[in-house]
């Protein structure tokens, strides 16, 4: 492949040397250069690669992409000088992976909660209709039946184009994707070719990355913003930025709520424990999912679905057929009738969303214990708030770690606790070891009693400084009512 061809619609300042040369892979860690590749120089949030440029070269690199062209410059190297490095490698990578999106129907999930559920949900779906499917989601990639761990909610744009060249291989037609905040604001999804985008909702997340609320929005504006007119932008009206996501979209626009006037409309007939009787447009469908913020996600594939050309009573079908998505709500029963759910919400609204739907279920005369700690090195104005909505909503909440990261696990707490209000400080408890924890909740819990273990999810470790150690909510709660039983 020359150097050239990969070049395709990045936006070039300068050019030093030949592009007319072949080069081997293109990688944008220096430590992962051959002979004949092409190193990318990226200006990340904590290391500039462009401070790499000299180690990629002594390791065979033949071209260089960098904002600003080094001082020195080497005979037999092309220097690409480029107006942004994120945006460049995103093209790149889409032109040396022969730009696999455009053989695929991509649709990109946004939206603070939500984006996991929907599409693995759309995933399942399109699976028991008898398509081949792609999947790129924070708990895993899927190339068909073929699965790959997942390391982000976005991948860098490689590994995005990699994915997307191996499914358009395999035969895919179909790829679902979650669009994080921090995958857009990087570069990581230009270049790509998407049939369709969908907003779930906004709320507070990610303000350590992004400073501002403003901010946050306006850059998840931007994924429909870039859709083209074939497309097809879905966006969920109920939310108050619902419809600024799609304000300047060439997309096809069309909406969906459970409160407004829409093009796709649900209301929910029942809600338990056992799952949901929703009524959408003006057929009645049983969902083993729960939860209002579930009839949201079910209606948003069921209106992807219709969207992509699937016929509304076969897509009703496999709806009520679907499982729910691993660490989503996930829940067990023990043998003492103790409810365990353990759920992702690591967010305000998202912990919210899910006390308030267990809250709507339970009589009233079962205690609900919920076990919850924030994530170190992370945006630090949601800790109180998570703690107030826990210690509101729950009859009593046990404080804990998430993953601390590089942080003090017991300072994090005592961020927490700055939000909880007088009336409710005597229904909490600090326990900043998570699988002591999560043993005190069940040692705390009466029969019929609920546990909601919130935070981490699918997650199968815990990360303290930089380290990662096996740690699975779900196994762990298990594990200690089995004991207790005995």
């Given at each position: 492949?020359?150097?050239?061809?990969?070049l395709?619609?990045?936006?070039?300042n300068?050019?030093?040397?030949?592009?007319?040369?072949?080069v081997?892979e293109?990688?944008?860690?220096?430590?992962?250069?051959?002979?004949?590749d092409?190193?990318v120089?990226?200006?990340?949030?904590?290391?500039d690669?462009?401070?790499?440029?000299?180690?990629?070269?002594?390791a065979?690199?033949?071209?260089?992409?960098?904002?600003?062209?080094?001082?020195k410059?080497?005979?037999?190297?092309?220097?690409?000088?480029?107006?942004?490095?994120?945006s460049?490698?995103?093209?790149?990578?889409?032109?040396?992976?022969?730009?696999?999106?455009?053989n695929l129907?991509?649709?990109?999930?946004t939206?603070?909660?939500?984006?996991?559920?929907?599409?693995?949900?759309?995933?399942?779906?399109?699976?028991?209709?008898?398509?081949?499917?792609?999947l790129?989601?924070?708990?895993?990639?899927?190339?068909?039946?073929?699965?790959?761990?997942?390391?982000?909610?976005?991948?860098?744009?490689?590994?995005i184009?990699?994915?997307?060249?191996?499914?358009?291989d395999?035969?895919?037609?179909y790829?679902?994707m979650?669009?994080?905040?921090?995958?857009?604001?990087?570069?990581?999804?230009?270049?790509?070719?998407f049939?369709?985008?969908?907003?779930?909702?906004?709320t507070?997340?990610?303000?350590?990355?992004?400073?501002?609320?403003a901010e946050?929005?306006?850059?998840?504006?931007?994924?429909?913003?870039?859709?083209?007119k074939?497309a097809?932008?879905?966006?969920?009206?109920?939310?108050?930025?619902g419809?600024?996501?799609i304000q300047?979209?060439?997309?096809?626009?069309?909406?969906?709520?459970?409160?407004?006037?829409?093009?796709?409309?649900?209301?929910?007939?029942?809600?338990?424990f056992?799952g949901?009787?929703?009524?959408?447009?003006?057929?009645?469908?049983?969902?083993?999912?729960i939860?209002?913020?579930?009839?949201?996600?079910?209606?948003?594939?069921?209106?992807?679905?219709?969207?992509?050309?699937?016929?509304n009573?076969?897509t009703?079908?496999?709806?009520?057929?679907?499982?729910?998505?691993?660490g989503?709500?996930?829940y067990f029963?023990?043998?003492?009738?103790i409810?365990?759910?353990?759920d992702?919400?690591?967010t305000p609204?998202?912990?919210?969303n899910?006390?308030e739907t267990?809250?709507?279920?339970?009589?009233?005369?079962?205690?609900l214990?919920?076990?919850?700690?924030?994530?170190?090195?992370?945006?630090?104005?949601?800790r109180?708030?998570?703690?107030?909505?826990?210690?509101?909503?729950s009859?009593k909440?046990?404080?804990t770690?998430?993953?601390p990261?590089?942080e003090?696990?017991?300072?994090?707490?005592?961020?927490?606790?700055?939000?909880?209000?007088?009336q409710?400080?005597?229904?909490?408890l600090?326990?900043?070891?998570?699988?002591q924890?999560?043993?005190?909740?069940?040692?705390?819990?009466?029969n019929t009693d609920?546990?909601?273990?919130?935070?981490?999810?699918?997650e199968?470790?815990?990360?303290?400084?930089?380290?990662?150690?096996?740690?699975?909510d779900y196994?762990?709660?298990?594990?200690f009512l089995?004991?207790?039983?005995?």
């Amino acid at each position: 492949m020359l150097l050239k061809d990969i070049l395709y619609r990045v936006n070039i300042n300068a050019v030093s040397g030949n592009t007319a040369i072949a080069v081997n892979e293109v990688h944008f860690d220096s430590r992962k250069i051959s002979l004949n590749d092409v190193f990318v120089a990226i200006k990340g949030v904590e290391v500039d690669g462009h401070e790499y440029i000299d180690k990629a070269l002594a390791a065979g690199a033949i071209a260089v992409i960098c904002e600003k062209l080094p001082a020195k410059i080497i005979n037999g190297v092309t220097y690409i000088e480029v107006e942004d490095s994120k945006s460049a490698l995103a093209y790149i990578a889409s032109n040396y992976y022969d730009n696999p999106s455009r053989n695929l129907k991509l649709i990109g999930v946004t939206g603070t909660n939500g984006k996991t559920t929907i599409t693995s949900l759309l995933y399942q779906l399109f699976k028991k209709a008898g398509y081949k499917v792609g999947l790129l989601s924070t708990v895993k990639v899927m190339v068909d039946n073929e699965q790959f761990d997942a390391t982000h909610t976005t991948p860098d744009s490689l590994a995005i184009n990699k994915y997307l060249a191996m499914m358009s291989d395999a035969g895919v037609e179909y790829c679902f994707m979650e669009v994080s905040s921090h995958g857009i604001h990087q570069k990581r999804t230009e270049g790509l070719s998407f049939e369709g985008g969908v907003f779930t909702n906004l709320t507070h997340d990610h303000l350590d990355y992004h400073k501002t609320f403003a901010e946050y929005r306006d850059v998840k504006k931007t994924f429909f913003d870039d859709l083209p007119k074939r497309a097809f932008a879905l966006t969920n009206i109920d939310d108050k930025n619902g419809l600024v996501m799609i304000q300047n979209t060439k997309a096809k626009k069309y909406t969906y709520a459970l409160k407004s006037y829409a093009d796709y409309k649900a209301n929910i007939l029942e809600n338990q424990f056992s799952g949901l009787l929703l009524k959408i447009n003006d057929n009645e469908l049983w969902s083993r999912l729960i939860g209002s913020f579930n009839a949201y996600n079910i209606l948003s594939i069921y209106a992807v679905a219709d969207l992509l050309g699937m016929e509304n009573l076969e897509t009703l079908r496999y709806i009520s057929e679907l499982e729910s998505v691993s660490g989503r709500f996930q829940y067990f029963i023990s043998e003492e009738k103790i409810t365990t759910i353990v759920d992702y919400a690591h967010t305000p609204d998202a912990l919210k969303n899910v006390l308030e739907t267990i809250n709507s279920i339970r009589t009233g005369n079962e205690e609900l214990i919920t076990v919850v700690g924030c994530g170190g090195d992370r945006d630090k104005t949601k800790r109180p708030l998570m703690a107030n909505i826990a210690s509101s909503l729950s009859t009593k909440v046990i404080f804990t770690s998430d993953n601390p990261r590089s942080e003090n696990p017991q300072a994090i707490i005592e961020d927490m606790e700055e939000g909880v209000e007088p009336q409710n400080f005597k229904k909490t408890l600090s326990v900043t070891d998570r699988k002591q924890a999560i043993k005190t909740a069940c040692q705390l819990a009466g029969n019929t009693d609920i546990i909601l273990i919130a935070g981490k999810g699918h997650e199968t470790y815990q990360e303290v400084n930089g380290i990662k150690k096996d740690f699975n909510d779900y196994k762990i709660a298990q594990e200690f009512l089995e004991k207790l039983k005995k």
